[in-house]
């Protein structure tokens, strides 16, 4: 079973900068949203920010518009989640999913999501 490469999680000051990145597995023909979601133990999954490679409509949640910016390599079937003046509140684990459509409401639960990588802002 092919697997999600998920990376640029890690450790910033409040203010700083990270960027994730993320190969999706499935055939994006198929299941064109890649994104992210994030999620604390016992929580719902939050859709941070998707995008389409279908057709590039992005998706983000409130609070990250303005700080963060998704794009994409389709060739690759890879996203970017360039996530710039990071707080504290964004501390979480970011899981990188896979779906038919980006999300429309907060929460987020696609049928293929990777192993997550961490996030924390603390100074």
Do not use: H
Request: glycine share 10%.
């Amino acid at each position: 079973q092919a697997q999600f490469v998920e990376s640029g999680g890690g450790l910033v000051q409040p203010g700083g900068s990270l960027r994730l990145r993320c190969t999706a597995p499935e055939d994006s023909l198929q299941y064109p949203a890649i994104g992210w979601y994030r999620a604390a133990p016992g929580e719902g999954r939050e859709a941070v920010s998707c995008i389409s490679l279908r057709d590039n409509r992005t998706y983000y949640t409130t609070s990250v518009k303005g700080r963060f910016t998704i794009s994409s390599d389709n060739a690759k079937n890879t996203a970017y989640l360039q996530m710039n003046s990071l707080k504290p509140e964004d501390t979480n684990v970011y899981f990188c999913g896979q779906d038919r459509l980006c999300p429309t409401k907060t929460l987020w639960y696609p049928p293929f999501w990777g192993r997550g990588t961490p996030v924390t802002v603390s100074s």
